[in-house]
C-alpha cells in the first residue's frame, strides 16, 4: 500500500512537532509521499517585506510578489529543510514542486468571477505517475510543496489537501494507496471544544447529515471534500488524524 | 558526451539573459545538467530583512538567517523558475539541491582557522552517481542549486563552481563528461579592458606563467583551478566562456 500523507501548516510551524513527525514518518514501511503545507513563515515574511495581503472573502490573493514568497517558503526553506532532517533519520527523501520533472502540471483558475491571481488547479489524470513510480523505485520518497506550474513557465501557488487528493488518485491506478491528512486535532470532531470527540467514521450520507446540523463546517468541509472525491476516483482509504498518530491506530476514517 | 553547465550569478540577475540561456541549454541534444549560483537577489532579500551581512576576507558568513535566505532564493524562487521556464522550453527538468536523494552530500567546513558558518565542502567520490543517471535515463536534465546538507540534518551553502567541477568529476566515471562554466565574459581573458583578448586555451604550463604575471588574477583563479581538477579527476574537456555561445565556439579551453 502506498501511503499518501499531507501535514499542515501548524505542524509545520511547530519545530518540535515537526521534528517528531519526520521521525514517525520515517518509520514508515513501504512506498510513501509527503505533502506539505506552509505555515506562518510565509505570512511572516510578506510582512517584513511590505507586502500587503490581499485578502477575497478570508482568501488570500496570490499576485506576483506573494507567489515569489511563497515559493522561496514552501519549494524552498521548508521543503529543504525537511528533506535534510528525514536524510538524517534514514529516509531518503526527493523534495519537489509540480514543476520539477512536470509531476503536477496545474492550470490557472480562470479570473473571472474572482482573480485569485496565480492559483493552480490541479487535474489528477495529468500528473506524471510515471516518473513518480521510477524515482520510488530508485528508493527516494517523493516529498511536495504546494507549488506548481502551468507548463508555459509560470509556477502557480496550489491548495496542499488538492495535491495530496491528486496524487493519491493519480497514483491510485497503479498501486493501492492510501490518503492520510494529518494535522492538529485527533480527528474529525463532532464537538469542536472535545478533542476526544473525534468521529471514526465518515460515510456521504453521513456527511450530508453533519454538514446541515453545522457539526462539519469551515475549513473542515474542503478536506472532506477532498477524501471523497478521492474516494470516488480509486484511493483505498482515506484517513484524517494527528500528526502525532500516523503509525498509530484512530482518527476519522472517509468511506 | 554528457554536458555539465554552470551559470553565474550575472546571468540569473538579468532576466532577459536568463531567458535565452534557457532556450540555448534546452537545444542541447544528449545528456545534460544545469548548476546556477545565486545572484543579488539573496544580498537584496538579506538587505530587506535587515541580516547584516558578515564577511571575512571579502567572504560572506552563511549563519543560520543568511543559510535561511539563500535556501530560500537559490533551491527556491530561483531553481523552481528556471525549471518551470525549461519545461516551457520543452525540456524536461528537475529541480535538485544536494539533499535531495542525498545526490550532493557535503561536509560542513572545520571552523578553524576561519568559521564560515553553515558553507559545505564537497568530496567528489560521495555524488549520488546512480540517482542522477536514473533520473536522465527517465528523460529528465537535473537543476542543482548550490545548497547541499551535511547528512545530519543540515542544510550548506556551497560554492556554485565547486559543485559544477564535483558533479563532472562524479559523473565522468561512468560517462565521457564536458565542463562549460558560463558567465558574462567571453572566456578568460588576458586584458580586462578587452573583451576580444579572450585566451583560446590554457594548459597547466601556461596557468602558472599567467599567475605571476598578475594575467590570470581573482575570482578567475578558483574557476581555473576547479577547471584543472576536473581535467586531473578524469572530465574530458574545461570550457570557460559566455553565456551566450553555449551552443557555438569560442571561449577558453583548459587542457
Known sequence: MLNVIKIGGNVIDNE????????????IRGFKMLVHGGGQLSTKLSEMLDIQAQMIDGRRVTDAETLKVVTMVYAGWINKSIVAQLYANGCTALGLSGADANTIPAVKRNPLP????FVGDISPARVNVGFLRSVMEQGAVP????????TKGTLLNSNADTVASSLAIAMSH????????????????????????????ITRDMYAEYKVQGIISGGMIPKV???FKAIDSGV????????????????????
Chains 1, 2 share one sequence.
Open 236 to 255: 483505498k482509504e482515506v484517513l484524517i488524524k494527528h500528526a502525532t498518530a500516523i503509525n498509530t491506530g484512530g482518527g476519522t476514517t472517509i468511506k
Open 143 to 150: 516529498v511536495f510543496s504546494a507549488i506548481t506550474h502551468d
Open 16 to 27: 518540535q512537532a515537526l521534528k517528531s513527525f519526520l521521525v514517525d514518518f520515517s518509520a
Open 174 to 201: 497503479i498501486t493501492p494507496t492510501r490518503l492520510i491528512f494529518c494535522f492538529e486535532k485527533k480527528g474529525v470532531l463532532s464537538n469542536l471544544d472535545d478533542d476526544s470527540s473525534v468521529i471514526p467514521e
Open 225 to 227: 471534500d477532498n477524501a
Open 114 to 117: 474572482i482573480d485569485y491571481g
